[in-house]
């Protein structure tokens, strides 16, 4: 058989049905080297020269291989629980000034909105939202979130200013499914809106699943966020954008969705009210009155409405505007027919722009067709009630071709515009226009292509349709048979029928009829159709229902024509052959790594490496691009695919070259990421051929079918390379119900099987159906024929040996079941005996089916063997077993798997390697989900053959090194000779024990028990479980534990360690399960199952001692060690401490060799004195005091510890090189490492802890090297202070700390029937099981140095050292720090959390300690209870909402094992603090110090007591030295006694204890973990996060230590005074009724948390300059978490509220600028808002006061205290200023503002001078004589005057005049 394969495979590596096998052999190492000599050659002739090696047709690759032939459904797209969390933190930059923000949540149909913040443009929500929903995965991803900012008025939300829109499937592509902390670009949402970003919005978006705990973001928030203008101005914001792009290259464009006509439609109207319409109207029947809906970011239009049209024609264009890359990327296209009521969607159809579009430098716009899409849903023909309705929408897999839409899209860059670090910006699209038709020219040529199918056998039919005719049906796009419409209703209608060929049916001298002639249907066999004749299956044993065609296998056929798109289909094959080609090179790689062989392995990815490179060059050269009939898209696509697979094929070429030993791990992960990129470029954007379906047709009515991709049977002559994966190869398709009917119970049931050769290809082509036929088949047709004959059908024996399963599914009520299993094999079947009561039967059986005949050749049998069917069925009593499911009370199905047999030819030798068929592990499945594994193989026996050569084959012990790895031989039962003979020679079948010579060797092994105690046992059959027993079973033998006396007073075993000795195969993989039994002994000796439990896999029980020389390999450290101050950072030489510090250590400790305490003071001493005179700079010595001088060390609390904690997990998280960034994953990313390593070594210069980390003295400052400026001050303050590790995870899940579960295993008891594929154990569950197996061969090897898994003398037991599991008291603290991301409980989305504690029965109602309306509480409380393990061991911490009327609401709950905790190795009672101290906020926590506990582990781990050499600070463990550093040295001698260098010493040892091998293990370090909250009414659906810890100290000890205080810290009431002295250049915003000259009535405003809070100076009445004058006092009274930098706010939400909220704001203080009106509303003129953390230096004269730019210097007014100088008030735009303002601002205490009072505005004490104004600052009203004085006087002075004596004159020129006359007439007259 060797022989043959490796003549077979020399041919090809993937061909046709002939070279199937090839994908059997790998490449051997020796032929590696020389498998390609040019990598230029051609790939044709380069497959050809492969030389494989012989690998064992049973290996797993040639199992996937053969079952790869097994065409399964795909999976159903079930709903699904998910939850989409949003956060909203703050908004910046946000366009206007004096705004009332509040954002609106938009997630599909559900609407929520954030709180209002008043008069400000930054402001701070940090709120948090979550969404919930029950629906499947696809429906959920095309879910758009949408953000809008609006501007709160008084009574509406008023009017919309900026919005986001963000597609969910966006944020499922980021890493996590999550974004975190990232800032998004708000674009304006008016119609003619600016195109100008509006303002950035920081957010958190999250997707999580069942089962998905949501996801910890890798990297915090980006350092540069601390300056977020600064980090605008640098281009470092972190923005929400597509994955792979850029923050700065997005465009704006327009999108055009051209529709240009449809083809194929349904008829949606035919029915009764058609009849009805067509009666009243005499109108035709409305067949479909179609238009199409496309929707985009939000914004959805439609076209036109085509009247009665099954091909309608629109021709219109539809436009959107957006910036690309958007993160709103899919366009939805949804056929829709106009109905009165509700429209009916035909068919959708998506279309991803990052799909038809390419982002890099060599990328192009999104551009697709125009080409034809093809609609898919549910069945074509017509019914009233459709329950397939859904599939229209995409809501599962379509089961019918429902037409196809001709659509194209072109993209239209904006001219002359270029958004720069932008967002969506939707813009509404233009009138929906007409656009000519598209060109013939323009489309593919349409061609004829035929789609050939015959059926060779069809089996497994459901035993419902046994006395019914079946039909089965082969359809390409329209081209079906129409069975179920009325045809009276089809009248008219025109039909499109191409699937028939007309050609004779029988040839003159053919009389052989194709079928049954009382089956013969004249309308159908009267040509050559899609469909076959129909037939009834028949049965031999009741169990298998097949269809015997006999000879003639029928052919159907399907002609038809369509558009040549097959250039499309062989590119996506192409891809296909090179992701096949590398992943199994990568599967052989990872297998060799997995048994150790490295040699293998790196020759093996060498050779893969280097084949892909020159696979890829072919692939490139051969890439299909008609250069006629192509798009656009299909010209860059295949631009881009060749620049991709030439990168490629450079990146394999590296790979090669650089490959080591060292290197190979990241170069399989490289490996990963090409395959990843080579599977993308099989993803077609544009429509292809339509996809193929069979359908199954009983009485007219299509029951079952199986939808393919049409490319995976395309042929073409022009490569293999572009052939489908099953064209013309012989392949087992498996039939399915349709729609919601195939999901759950109702779709285990198999419909039907059936073994197909399929072909699709041109109809020129079509005589390469018949070349490619499976040997032995041939037509005596020229042309095509009708049927195929089979000329040749052999006779074989078929056995199968059934040893045993494993996990089997429960069925019964008892959680058992009575599994027997039946192996169908064609029409035949057989079954095995029934083993009662059991999930893992064994059933050692050979069953035999003699005379099976099967139509192909030998040779071809060999290398395509037939697929075996292996059913599991749980046997009933009530009906006696018929294979069949039967809910009536028949037998249940558990469970399905495939397989195939070895075949062994008549000329071939029984022989190894070869044979006989290894035992294989074959995994079953019922649905979607995993039901178990089998035991088994298979053979099948050309006959004849001579039963001697099996028959001494077979009971012949074969040599160890002939089997196959660890497989060595017989078991401890054999069969007789006679009965293997008998076998062998009898016709019918017979039922024998499987041979020893198949079955493995089997040796002697010892399992030992240890029987611990049994926990949270249910009611059963409504009594308690008193009297519980536990039986261990395994390969038959059981070992029974002692029954407890009464379990509800101790649930422990009084004997707890037990052994038994059983035969156990020496190879692990066929190592038979152990089931675990749990009975409850009652009365009258009577005993009750009360559940069980099955352990799959041995492996993680098995011991192995490990001998001397195993440890002495281990990778050892330098014996001289310095233990650096931190757990997580790895120990460094003293030559490296030397190094740095100049051979300082090592000079002092020689001289100082004194071990008396006045030495090790001197040492101190000296260390400190010469340290101090090491050269540094002296801004780093006087930065580190000013630091160390801002630390207030006596306020210090625990807090303080846990924010410094915080703070540097951020800071390390952030900065380049982090975790966030790292390119190799950590071991465990639960844990939080803060060292800083160089080459591998942490150095205590390049560290962030130092010297003054280790207390409150900060004499060692002079020899810390500092951090960049670049770091904040707060992180500068904080890494002084010591800290402890949070985990974000459960303690528990932690890979170091093993689960505490290293010696004490729980197992869980089930009960009951599993029903659903996926249904919750939980319910399930009726107890657990605390115990631990040890397996190990008997006799042990007694010369092995080892220890056993508690830690003790393997040589004494496998559980010696074991602590008694007697009653003991312990004190159990329960410290709650805080929760996160709470899920929302009320309908305000808040809640109102507090806690629950269920300790046993015990239960502590923390309910008067409720948070009103917070979903991240603070809780600090610490809950202390003094329990006994075992009976009060299981701790429940529930979170529940408060409610005032209603019951209270569970958040949810976190369950912890405390008894786990109390007895692991792992010290997890009390957290191992960082370093030792003996007060202060770091004080020494648990009962016993650090030497003490060294001591006792020593003594438990058999190694000398630890020697101290305190002068040298060294301690010597397991003769490894470690050492403390020099500046932790100096600290201690300066602050402490010798004592206390003691005990850093031990705690440095217990901080490495893992290495101390090997008792050694990781101890738990103080520590906060990070719980997950789950609620029972939603399963595997996390609620939000607990920060926790847990300290327990036993009471036998006479002294507990005091708990840790961590009430939540009370905020600091503060007092700003703020002293308005002047302002200036004051935009003037009025003008003068009377003189027009500009003038404002300015007065300012000032306030810190919110306007309603606000306080005003007077008004500066008519300033004509801008300048006004003050001298106004604020005092703004607040209180403030200094931790936080956050002010504290208590007030009520609403009138209705009962509580008030807690709101925490950034501490900003906002001084606006306002011009008084007496009328109208005030005018709002400028602003300026500033943090008092960061607040900018002000500016020391008028002069100088300018804009505030990033680099401005800022202080820290909680440091400074006092500040004076002019700041810039800004205007709405944000660039220019509107006034500027000179102020004083003074922040004291509440206790130093009581001791300097002073009064508000200018009143006393300490009153201000009133400001000296000019005169024109007044009121008009209140002094009208002013006023006219100022308005007439003052102004028009010289007017008067002239206007005065002008009228002088005047009055004396008329006098002159009027007298004169009278005058000269006295004159005259002498009177």
């Known amino acids: 058989m060797a022989l043959s394969l490796a003549k077979m495979l020399k041919k090809t590596v993937r061909g046709d049905s002939a070279s199937n096998v090839s994908q059997v052999a790998t490449f051997s190492t020796a032929d590696s080297a020389t498998e390609m000599s040019d990598e230029s050659t051609d790939t044709s002739s380069t497959l050809e020269n492969v030389e494989p090696e012989f690998l064992h047709p049973y290996s797993t690759k040639c199992k996937q291989t053969c079952l790869e032939r097994v065409i399964r459904p795909s999976k159903h797209n079930y709903p699904q629980d998910f939850q989409v969390s949003i956060s909203i933190i703050e908004i910046r930059k946000l366009q206007g000034l004096n705004l009332n923000p509040m954002v609106e949540i938009h997630v599909g149909d559900v609407k929520k909105k954030t709180s209002s913040k008043e008069s400000t443009n930054c402001p701070f929500f940090d709120e948090y ?8 995965k696809q429906s959920v991803l095309e879910k758009i979130v949408t953000f809008t900012v609006f501007s709160v008025a008084t009574f509406t939300k008023g009017k919309p200013l900026c919005q986001l829109k963000v597609e969910l499937a966006a944020i499922y592509a980021f890493p996590g499914h999550q974004v975190y902390h990232k800032w998004a670009p708000l674009m304006s949402c008016d119609d003619q809106g600016s195109e100008d970003i509006q303002g950035y919005m920081k957010v958190d978006i999250a997707i999580t699943g069942k089962d998905s705990a949501r996801p910890t973001a890798d990297v915090c928030q980006n350092s540069a966020d601390e300056n977020f203008d600064k980090a605008c101005e640098r281009k470092t914001l972190n923005l929400l954008l597509p994955p792979g792009c850029g923050q700065f290259d997005r465009q704006k464009a327009k999108i055009h969705v051209k529709i240009y006509k449809a083809e194929d439609l349904p008829f949606m109207n035919i029915g009764i009210l058609a009849n009805m319409k067509k009666a009243f109207t005499g109108e035709k029947p409305d067949l479909v009155d179609p238009y199409v809906q ?15 049209q099954c091909s309608p024609v629109w021709n219109e264009q539809l436009t959107f505007t957006e910036a690309l890359p958007a993160l709103c990327s899919t366009i939805n296209i949804k056929l829709k027919d106009k109905a009165s009521v509700t429209d009916d969607v035909i068919g959708i159809y998506h279309i991803d722009l990052m799909e038809i579009s390419n982002t890099g430098t060599t990328g192009f716009l999104p551009t697709f067709g125009p080409c034809w899409v093809n609609l898919y849903g549910s069945k074509r023909e017509v019914n009233v009630l459709n329950e397939h309705r859904a599939l229209n929408s995409s809501q599962g897999e379509g089961i019918a071709y429902r037409g196809r839409l001709l659509v194209a899209v072109s993209t239209e860059p904006v001219s002359g515009f270029t958004i720069v670090d932008e967002t969506s910006a939707n813009e509404p699209a233009d009138e929906i226009t007409r656009i000519p038709a598209v060109p013939e020219a323009v489309l593919p040529k349409k061609g004829d292509f035929l789609l050939a199918g015959a059926v060779l056998e069809a089996t497994m039919i459901n035993p419902k349709y046994k006395n019914q005719a079946i039909q089965f049906e082969l359809s390409i796009g329209n081209l079906e048979q129409t069975f179920e419409a009325p045809e009276d209703q089809l009248k008219g209608v025109t039909l499109r029928r191409e699937s028939v060929i007309k050609i004779p049916v029988f040839d003159s001298h053919d009389k052989t009829p194709l079928i049954d002639s009382q089956q013969i249907d004249p309308g159908v066999c009267s040509e050559f159709t899609n469909i076959s004749a129909p037939r009834t299956p028949k049965t031999n044993d009741k169990r298998v229902y097949s269809i015997n065609y006999g000879v003639e296998k029928p052919c159907l056929y399907v002609q038809t024509r369509l558009e040549d798109t097959t250039a499309r289909m062989h590119s996506q094959n192409l891809s296909d052959y090179l992701a096949e080609y590398l992943s199994n090179g990568i599967a052989d790689v990872k297998s060799f790594l997995s048994y150790g062989d490295m040699e293998k392995a790196v020759t093996r990815l060498t050779a893969v490496a280097k084949r892909f490179a020159v696979l890829c060059i072919s692939c490139s050269n051969i890439w299909s691009i008609h250069p006629n009939s192509s798009t656009k898209l299909d010209r860059e696509r295949g631009r881009v695919c060749k620049l991709k697979l030439e990168n490629l094929s450079s990146k394999a070429r590296t790979i090669r070259n650089t490959l080591t030993y060292n290197t190979i791990k990241t170069k399989i992960r490289q490996c990963l990421e090409m395959l990843t990129e080579v599977r993308a470029l099989a993803e077609e954007p544009q429509g292809t051929f339509p996809d193929v379906f069979i359908w199954m047709i009983v009485g007219g009515k299509r029951v079952a079918y199986f939808r393919l991709l049409a490319r995976d049977i395309l042929y ?30 109702g779709g285990w049931q198999m419909q039907a099987q059936l073994s197909m050769i399929l072909w699709l290809g041109c109809l020129e082509d079509k005589e390469s159906f018949l070349e490619n036929l499976p040997p032995g088949y041939r037509s005596r047709y020229a042309d095509i024929p009708r049927s195929l004959t089979c000329s040749c059908e052999d006779v074989y024996q078929f056995r199968a040996h059934l040893y045993q399963a494993r996990a089997l599914i429960g069925s019964d009520n008892s959680g058992l079941s009575d599994p027997y299993a039946v192996v169908k094999f064609g029409e035949h079947s057989v079954v095995t005996k029934t083993i009662y009561e059991t999930l893992s039967p064994t059933w050692n059986q050979m069953l035999l089916i003699n005379n099976i005949s099967l139509p192909y050749t030998a040779e071809y049998m060999k290398i395509n063997p037939p697929i075996i069917t292996i059913e599991l069925y749980d046997e009933d009593n009530i009906v006696a077993p018929t294979g069949i499911l039967n809910k009536s009370g028949g037998p249940e199905f558990l469970g399905r798997t495939f397989a195939f047999p070895l075949v062994k030819l008549s000329t071939d030798k029984y022989e190894g390697p070869t044979f006989p068929a290894l035992l294989q592990w074959w995994h079953i499945r019922r649905g979607q989900s995993p039901s178990g594994e089998l035991l088994a193989s298979f053979e099948l026996f050309q006959k004849p053959f001579d039963p001697t050569e099996i028959y001494q084959l077979l009971l012949t012990p074969q040599p160890e090194k002939k089997r196959r790895k660890n497989a060595l031989g017989g078991l401890p039962f054999e069969v007789a000779p006679q009965d293997i003979a008998a076998a062998l020679s009898s016709e019918q079948e017979a039922i024998t024990p499987i041979p020893g010579s198949i079955r493995p060797v089997y040796s002697k092994h010892r399992i030992e028990v240890m029987f611990w105690g049994v926990r949270e046992l249910k009611k059963l059959q409504f009594m308690s479980v008193n009297r519980p027993r536990v039986d261990v079973e395994c390969a038959g033998h059981v070992i029974s534990s002692v029954p407890i006396t009464d379990a509800n007073v101790n649930p422990n075993f009084s004997v707890t360690v037990m052994h038994t000795d059983v035969e156990l195969p020496d190879d692990e993989t066929y190592c038979p399960p152990i089931t675990i039994r749990c009975v409850d002994c009652r009365n009258f000796g009577r005993f009750v199952l009360v559940g069980t439990h099955t352990i799959r896999s041995l492996q993680k029980y098995l011991y192995h001692p490990k001998s001397k020389d195993s440890f002495d390999n281990l990778h050892i450290k330098s014996p001289s060690k310095l233990i650096e101050g931190t757990a997580s950072e790895p120990t460094i030489s003293r030559q ?6 100049g051979n300082l250590v090592q000079s002092t400790i020689l001289q100082n060799t004194s071990s008396t305490s006045s030495g090790l003071k001197n040492l101190g001493q000296e260390i400190a004195s010469k340290t101090a005179r090491t050269p540094l700079r002296r801004s780093q010595s006087q930065v580190q005091r000013d630091e160390l001088d801002e ?44 060292s800083v390593k160089e080459n591998g070594v942490t150095s205590i210069f390049s560290e962030k802890k130092e010297a003054a980390d280790y207390g409150e003295g900060h004499e060692l400052n002079d020899i810390v090297v500092h951090e960049n400026n670049d770091v904040s001050r707060r992180h500068s303050m904080f890494k002084h202070i010591q800290t402890l590790k949070i985990y974000d995870r459960e303690l528990e899940a932690v890979k170091e700390f093993e689960g505490f579960a290293e010696w004490l295993h729980t197992f869980n008891f089930y009960r009951g029937k599993k029903i659903a594929d996926e249904e919750d154990e939980e319910s399930r569950l009726v107890g657990k099981f605390k115990g631990c197996l040890q397996i190990y061969k008997n006799p042990p090897d007694l010369s092995a140095q080892d220890v056993n898994i508690v830690g003790g003398d393997p040589k004494m037991g496998m559980f010696s050292g074991m602590p008694a599991n007697s009653p003991v008291k312990v004190l159990v603290r329960i410290y709650i720090v805080l929760g996160k991301e709470l899920h929302p409980a009320d309908m305000n989305g808040k809640a109102d959390p507090y806690l629950i504690i269920k300790l046993g029965q015990k239960v502590i109602n923390d309910i008067d300690n409720y948070v009103p309306k917070n979903l991240n509480p603070i809780f600090g409380r610490c809950f202390e209870q003094e329990v006994t393990f075992p009976m009060e061991s299981q701790l429940c911490i529930q979170v529940m909402d408060w409610d005032m009327f209603s019951k209270n609401d569970l958040i949810g709950e976190t369950k912890i094992d405390l008894e786990n905790r109390y007895y692991s190795r792992h010290r997890a009672t009390c957290g191992l603090n960082n370093l030792y101290h003996s007060s202060g906020y770091n004080a020494w926590r648990d009962r016993q110090k650090p030497s003490l506990i060294l001591a006792k582990l020593c003594t438990e781990a058999r190694i000398d007591p630890p020697h101290y050499r305190l002068h040298q600070s060294k301690v010597t463990v397991a003769n490894r030295e470690f050492y403390l550093k020099p500046a932790l040295v100096s600290y201690i001698f300066k602050n402490y006694d010798a004592s206390h260098m003691e005990e850093n010493l031990a705690l440095e040892v217990l901080k490495h204890w893992s290495e101390v091998k090997p008792a050694g293990c990781a101890l738990v370090p103080e520590h906060v973990e990070t719980r997950s909250l789950y609620s029972p009414e939603k399963p595997g659906v996390e609620q939000g996060k607990l920060q926790m810890w847990i300290d327990m100290f036993p009471l036998d000890a006479p002294s507990v230590p005091k708990p840790v205080d961590i009430s939540p810290r009370k905020p600091i009431a503060y007092e700003l005074r703020v002293t308005i002295w002047n302002a200036d250049e004051v935009i003037l915003e009025e003008d003068d009724f009377f003189t027009g000259e500009k003038s404002s009535d300015i007065y300012i405003k000032g306030f810190l948390t919110g306007p309603s809070e606000s ?4 008004v500066h009445y008519r300033s004509l300059t801008g300048e006004g004058n003050f001298n106004w006092r604020f005092i703004l009274p607040f209180d403030y978490l200094l931790a936080e930098q956050k002010i504290v706010m208590k007030k009520k939400e609403s009138i209705f509220s009962w509580d008030e909220t807690e709101v925490k704001l950034p501490a900003k203080l906002t001084l606006q600028v306002w011009d008084a009106d007496h009328i109208s ?34 202080v ?82 010289k007017v008067f005057i002239r206007l005065a004596v002008f009228i002088m004159v005047t009055l004396l020129v008329v006098l002159l005049v009027y007298n004169i006359p009278r005058y000269a007439a006295k004159r005259i007259v002498g009177a």
Request: proline share 7%; glycine share 6%; with cysteine.
């Open 129 to 136: 939202f979550v969404f919930d929903y029950h629906l499947p």
């Open 294 to 308: 496309v929707s985009f970011a939000g914004v959805m239009y439609k076209t036109s409405v085509k009247k009665g």
């Open 716 to 745: 073409t002559p022009e490569t293999e390379l572009k052939n489908g994966k099953w064209c013309s190869k012989l392949n087992t398709i498996l039939l399915r119900l349709p729609g919601k009917k195939s999901a759950g119970a």
């Open 1136 to 1141: 490296a401490v030397t190094s740095k510090f």
């Open 1191 to 1234: 630390i207030d060390w006596s306020s210090l609390d625990w807090w303080s510890k846990y924010y410094a904690s915080v703070d540097k997990l951020e800071h390390e998280r952030g900065k380049p090189g982090g975790r966030g960034e790292s390119d190799e994953p950590a071991d465990d990313p639960a844990i939080i490492t803060y």
């Open 1655 to 1658: 306080q005003s100076t007077d």
């Open 1721 to 1754: 509303a005030d005018d709002f003129l400028g602003s300026f808002s500033e943090e008092l953390t960061r607040f900018p230096r002000g500016a020391k004269s008028m002069e100088r006061c300018d804009l505030i730019t990033p680099d401005m210097p800022t």
């Open 1756 to 1837: 820290n007014l909680f440091k400074q205290k006092r500040i004076k100088g002019w700041w810039p008030f800004l205007q709405e735009n944000r660039t220019m200023m509107a006034g500027k303002v000179e102020a004083e601002i003074e922040l004291l205490t509440a206790e130093e503002a009581e001791q300097r009072p002073v009064g508000e505005g200018r009143n006393s004490p300490e009153p201000l001078d009133k400001p000296n104004r000019p005169d024109t600052s007044f009121i008009w009203f209140l002094n009208p004589l002013k006023s006219m004085n100022y308005l007439f006087c003052k102004r028009f002075k």
